[in-house]
């Protein structure tokens, strides 16, 4: 596949925010026209059905196949949505593009501006609202999250304590997977994981569903082995830059949930929140300087 180049824009919009959490439904040659999609961005309006063919080294049909797994009616549908996302016009190269700093920290908060922008593409109010019911109703919580969702788990067991609802993030995965196992009805657990394939949190969200809790999911995909066990999942992520490694795009869209998440809650639960962020003010009051 041709590699991006400085003659067209990658797609930053909520289209791209829906393809990118749909990439795990899709492999082989399915995967390679969604990431010319991607790549391409606005400049598909140049291109026809066999010019992305030819770019994602397949056939025409397997692009309107593709087309179609990502919920387009076919490559011209799809080519229209992404020329209406299209920006105003394209951003002049930057002078120091060859400073690899420089072009880190383009692509960097270029990432996180879409990450951002796609979340109302991928989060819907209805699936946020009913979260926030579960973990309202909710007599115990357990947090998952490992490795680099491990901060955004910490971000959220606070968040959840000081609107006082009763909240377990071990760090440690065996004490998770037995904090999740010993959970029942009536309870959540709710698990972060930017691939939704991290074993150890998948193994623990399995056991907690087994025991009857909920479990809510927070990843960067709609189809993963996570989502499969969850009873319900919010997706926000972004692209990742560097292979094998979670950018910070992700992770600033996972907070972004977390704090929409936590302000439905606080409207839900009214003045028992109101109460609870009073003792919380009382608590960090005495640490401030």
Request: glycine residues 8%.
């Amino acid at each position: 596949m041709e590699k991006r180049s400085e003659f067209f824009t990658p797609l930053e919009s909520r289209l791209a925010a829906q393809i990118r959490a749909r990439l795990g439904e899709l492999r082989g040659t399915e995967a390679r026209v969604a990431q010319v999609v991607l790549d391409r961005g606005a400049d598909l309006v140049h291109l026809s059905v066999s010019d992305v063919a030819t770019l994602a080294g397949t056939a025409p049909s397997s692009v309107v196949r593709a087309c179609q797994r990502l919920g387009f009616r076919g490559y011209q549908e799809l080519k229209i949505a992404a020329a209406r996302q299209a920006p105003a016009a394209a951003p002049a190269p930057a002078d120091d593009e060859g400073d690899p700093a420089a072009r880190a920290l383009a692509e960097t908060l270029r990432a996180a501006r879409a990450a951002l922008d796609g979340l109302t593409a991928t989060l819907p109010a209805a699936d946020l609202r009913a979260a926030a019911e579960l973990l309202d109703g909710a007599g115990r919580v357990v947090l998952l999250g490992a490795g680099l969702s491990g901060a955004v788990v910490l971000d959220l067991a606070y968040r959840l304590r000081a609107l006082g609802v009763l909240v377990d993030a071990p760090a440690d995965p065996i004490t998770a997977q037995l904090a999740a196992a010993g959970l029942g009805p009536g309870t959540v657990c709710l698990a972060v994981s930017h691939t939704g394939a991290t074993r150890s949190v998948v193994d623990a969200a399995r056991l907690a569903r087994e025991a009857g809790a909920e479990v809510l999911a927070l990843t960067s995909y709609a189809r993963s082995p996570l989502t499969g066990t969850a009873t319900l999942t919010l997706v926000a992520g972004g692209q990742d830059l560097v292979f094998g490694l979670e950018t910070t795009a992700s992770r600033l869209a996972h907070l972004a949930a977390v704090d929409a998440l936590a302000q439905t809650l606080l409207a839900l639960r009214g003045p028992r929140a109101e109460r609870a962020l009073g003792l919380s003010a009382d608590v960090t009051a005495d640490y401030a300087y």
